[in-house]
């Protein structure tokens, strides 16, 4: 793996939790609206459609970098458009990241002739 591929990969991973966290804070903002007079949807709208925007910019990157199949990239893009999901796509990428880190390692010392 490349560094820009390693580095296209971190942005989209780095942005996944904070796009998740503002997405569940965006939905108790909606309720709290409906039940109270409290209305933080307009900032919390806001927010999240910052980091939705970032995620779909750095996801649209990684697929391009990483040469994902179809599969893998719908997968990530289906993951942003769920309430929790940035977090487990922060946790596969971490995986993928530590999996291409020992694969690289491994070729350096010529265990592995991939």
Partial sequence: MDIKTATALRRLRLVSAPEAVSFLI????????????????????????????????????????????????????????????GFFAERKLRREAEDAVIAARARKEGVVNA
């Fill in 26 to 85: 965006l939905l108790l903002c909606s309720v709290l609206k409906r039940t109270t007079d409290f209305n933080a949807v307009p900032v919390m709208g806001g927010v999240h459609g910052v980091l939705f925007i970032l995620y779909v910019i750095f996801w649209a990157d990684a697929w391009n970098r990483a040469k994902w199949p179809l599969k893998t990239a719908a997968l990530y893009f289906v993951l942003s458009v769920l309430p929790t999901g």
